[in-house]
């Protein structure tokens, strides 16, 4: 599989782990202006996922626990944003 697939999974994954989350969604689709519908439109576009990837590195908290979710390393959540932007790195701490 190759790199930008793997991260466009796991930022899949990390949309649906934000979904799940009480009052998180509801701030990513304000912050970000997105409608739920844009989100289901837009769910398989790298932008869209790493803006949905900036909005879980704003915590730290959020990216320890929707890495513990998903069963991987944080470092992994910061990866898929960094290749899903093209490569810029951001660090979550």
Not at 4 to 10: G, K, L, N, Y
Not at 13 to 23: M, N, P, S
Not at 88 to 93: K, M, N, V
Request: glycine share 10%; with cysteine.
């Amino acid at each position: 599989m190759e790199r930008q697939d793997i991260a466009q999974t796991r930022a899949l994954q990390a949309l649906g782990w934000l979904a799940g989350q009480d009052g998180l969604l509801d701030g990513f689709l304000h912050m970000s202006g997105a409608s739920l519908a844009d989100l289901r439109a837009q769910a398989q576009e790298p932008a869209f996922l790493a803006s949905v990837l900036d909005f879980i590195l704003q915590q730290d908290d959020w990216v320890i626990d929707c890495a513990q979710a998903l069963g991987v390393a944080p470092q992994e959540i910061v990866d898929a944003r960094a290749i899903l932007g093209g490569g810029d790195l951001r660090h979550w701490t």
